[in-house]
Structures are given as C-alpha cells and as structure tokens.
C-alpha cells in the first residue's frame, strides 16, 4: 500500500499522504488541501470523515469489534469493573492494586454533593427532564470545584474525573428523588460505586432496603459496555468544546446535551416505549414484526440494527446473558418484559432480520434490565451518560496531551450571493 495518494485538481496532480493506523485502517490525510490548493473537502455528517488522530477505543463494526486501549470487551466485561475500566480507559493502561483502590477511593470520597448544590434541585419542576437537570448540575459543580479548574497537571485531572464521575451518581440519582418531593440521600462511601446509585436511588423510607449486590454487577456491567464509543456525537461534542480550552466539566456537559437527543442516548427509551405502545394496542408481536418489515408503516423494530455494528453488536452479546438471569431472579411480573421477550425470539428467528444481520442491540438489552430493576424510562439516557463518563474524561484528555487546534470545521456556502440592504419602506 502506498503512503501517498494521488489527486487531480483543475488539472494539476496533487499528492496527499495516507495514514495508517495500528490495526491497518487507510486514511487520506488532508489537512493540508486548502493551504496548497484553496480545495475543501465535503462531508456531510462527518461519516467519511476522522476528525482526529485516537488511541482509545477501536471498533470494527463488520467483524463486531470493540476494544477499549485495545482490550477486548469481552474480556472487560467478564473480568474488570467499572472503575477499573474507566482508570484504563482515561490513563490507557490497566491500574496497579494501589492505583485502583486509590482511585476508588477518591470516586466515592467525592461523590457527596455541596449543601448549597442541593437546594438547586428545589428549583427544578417535578417534571424537568433529569437530562437538562445532569447538564446543569455538571456546569454548577464546577462553580465549586474552582481549585481543580484551570489546572492541567496529571493530579488535577485525576482530582476532576474522580469528582466527576462520583458526583454524576448522585446528581442522577437526587434528581429521581427531588422529583417525587423525598429527600436526596448522600452516598455513603463504604459502598461500590453501582451499589451507591441503586442505595440512592431506592433506599428512600425503605429501612430495610440492601442493595442487590448481583443487580448491581449487572448496573456496573452496562457502565463497562458504554464507557466509549469513539467519535459518535457526544464525544465529538466534547472534544469540540475542550478544543476551545473549556474545562472538563464543561465539555462534558456539552457531552450530555448532545446525548439527549431520540437519535443518540434515547434509544433505550424508544424501545420501552414501543414495547408501551404495542402493550396498550393490543397488538400481536406477530402482526408488530410485520408492520416492521412492511416498509409503507414507517415502524421499525426500536433496539434492532446498529449504524455501525453490521454484524452482532458485541455488547449485546455480553449483556444478553445477564437481562436473562436478571429477569429470571427478580421474577417479575411485568408485560412489558414478557412482550420484549417475544420480539426477540420472533425476530431472531425471521429471515427479514436475519438477511440483513439486524440483531438487538445493546441498548434492546440495557433498556429491559433498567426496567427491571426499577430504573424510570426518562432516567435511561442519564444511565447511558453515567457509562460514557470515562471516555468522554479520556477524550478530553487526549486533546490536551495532542495540544490540538481549535476544531473548526468548513462549510460550502450555498445562500444569496453578495445583494444590496433594502429600506424597510422598500420592502
Ligand atoms: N426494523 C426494521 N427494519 C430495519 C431496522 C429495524 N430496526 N433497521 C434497519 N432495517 C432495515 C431497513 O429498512 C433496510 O431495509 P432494506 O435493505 O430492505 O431497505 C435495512 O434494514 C438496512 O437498514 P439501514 O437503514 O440502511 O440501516 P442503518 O445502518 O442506516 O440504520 C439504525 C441503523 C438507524 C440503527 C436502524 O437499524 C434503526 O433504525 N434501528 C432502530 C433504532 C435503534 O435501535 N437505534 C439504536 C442504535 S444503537 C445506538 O445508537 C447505541
């Protein structure tokens, strides 16, 4: 393979170099086109586009592929945790004993929320959506975190992402409780970090509540599958606020409002609610599955298909074993559960799927175990924020250590060509 790529521009040949990255993907490097040739180029949706240079996570979505610093899922989801996988994902190598307990440590010492923090939740109507309250609340723990903010030595980063993704918890978790008007309960360090969310969240009146230590590995599982993605929506978001040297906290509230949106985090939700929606007609999963093939219906199967996972998405496989020895422990009844379990037995067994290799994905299966242990579905995208924590930290950090440029795209003008004001009584 040659390192250069030839191009012909208003009849001049133009060379370009090609870049290879660790496992043998080709890109044509043209960060120098405009400067040499006054050529942009077009790409809409970035999706031909890489927008940097990354050594985090590595997809491969024919084969089904996903690394984190170049461990397979799989094997993290069988054998390290969800702190442990952030500690690798942000700092590229597995911790040390010292540097996991150390770290550990640190998350759950900081996950308490200020006092004054609290009141904050007051303001916010029952109903806001705990998406915009994550966003705010990210942006107004800096307010008080201002000796960790403008420094970017490794202590501090280490002190900002501790704080972080310790205080995500609790914010997610205040936010459930403020709005059903109960008190928020602080975490209680002595615990794990999933066993703190699911104590915050449902300890609440309940003297007897102890946290369900198999639900929980099941929580700190599906924080292990999304804690990266590569450059999907929201961490491109982040990186493109820290590329103008916001903190991280910032970044990764921008991260969060982009996460929000039905196309990106709200997947999980969809397919609650289309497992509601086919609860409330009445209608049969066969007649559902086949208003999905019919292509005049406009419905597709919400937690089917994945834009890049053209094979099975390898978190689906890793968490479907553990939606089934959840829904078998907790025994419970729900119709919902039973009707997403119907859908995914009929589609894996029709040809219109499996031709065109749409299999569940993981949010299919992440959407059925929040459910099941009692997580609201307008909380699910907050969950999937909490997974993304790390790799947006680690993203955030790589464009730092990179020293990289303001990202700014460009864009091919396509409006009125120069044209004269008009007076308003010309109008
Ligand atoms: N139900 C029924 N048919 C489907 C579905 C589905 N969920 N997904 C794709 N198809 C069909 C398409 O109609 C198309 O059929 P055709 O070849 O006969 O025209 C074929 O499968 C290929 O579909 P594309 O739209 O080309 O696939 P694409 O990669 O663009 O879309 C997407 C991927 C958006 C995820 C799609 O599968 C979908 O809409 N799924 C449901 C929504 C969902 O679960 N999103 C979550 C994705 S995971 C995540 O974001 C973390």
């Known amino acids: 393979m040659t390192d250069k790529a030839k191009l012909e521009l208003n009849g001049k040949p133009i060379e370009v170099p090609v870049i290879v990255g660790t496992e043998d993907e080709h890109a044509i490097d043209i960060s120098e086109l405009r400067a040499k040739t006054g050529f942009i180029t077009l790409d809409d949706g970035y999706g031909n586009t890489g927008s940097c240079k990354s050594a985090i996570t590595y997809i491969d979505g024919e084969k089904g592929i996903l690394r984190y610093r170049g461990i397979p899922i799989e094997q993290l989801a069988a054998k390290s945790s969800f702190l442990e996988t952030a500690w690798l994902v942000i700092w590229g190598e597995l911790p040390t004993r010292a540097q996991l307990d150390g ?95 699911l104590q915050m969240m449902f300890s609440q009146g309940r003297k007897d509540y102890r946290v369900d230590h198999e639900v929980a590995a099941a929580l700190d599982l599906i924080f292990v599958l999304h804690a990266d993605h590569e450059q999907n929506c929201s961490t491109s978001t982040v990186r493109m606020v820290a590329s103008s040297g916001a903190n991280l906290f910032a970044s990764c509230a921008a991260g969060v409002c982009a996460l929000w949106g039905p196309l990106h985090g709200g997947a999980n939700a969809a397919v609650l609610d289309q497992l509601e929606s086919i609860h409330k007609s009445g209608v049969t999963v ?54 997403a379990r119907e859908l995914e037995a009929a589609a894996l067994a029709d040809s219109y799927f499996k031709d065109r290799s749409l299999y569940p994905n993981v949010d299919f299966y992440s959407g059925i175990i929040m459910r099941a242990i009692g ?43 120069i044209r004269d004001y008009v007076a308003m009584e010309s109008r």
Request: net charge positive; with cysteine; glycine share 6%.
């Open 103 to 197: 770290f550990t440590a640190l998350v759950l010492e900081n996950a308490r929320l200020h006092e004054n923090l609290l009141r904050h939740f007051e303001s916010f109507p029952a109903n806001g959506h705990p998406m915009a309250e994550l966003s705010a609340m990210i942006n107004t723990v800096s307010c008080y975190e201002l000796d960790i903010m403008n420094g970017e030595d490794a202590k501090n980063i280490e002190s900002a992402a501790a704080r972080l993704l310790g205080k995500v918890c609790t914010i997610a978790a205040a936010s459930y409780n403020a709005a059903q008007g109960k008190p928020i309960i602080q975490p209680d360090p002595a615990l794990g970090y999933a066993d703190n969310f």
């Open 286 to 339: 066969k007649d559902y599955i086949a208003r999905a093939k019919d292509k005049t219906s406009g419905v597709r199967l919400m937690g089917f298909g994945h834009r890049v996972y053209k094979n099975y998405d390898p978190r689906a496989k890793i968490i479907k074993a553990t939606a089934d020895r959840i829904l078998d422990k907790l025994h419970i009844n729900d119709p919902l559960l039973d009707i």
């Open 375 to 417: 997580i609201p579905v307008n909380m699910f995208t907050v969950m999937f924020a909490i997974g993304r924590m790390p790799g947006w930290i680690a993203h955030w950090k790589e464009l730092h250590d990179q020293k990289s440029r303001i990202y700014r795209p460009r864009q091919v003008y396509i409006g009125k060509p």
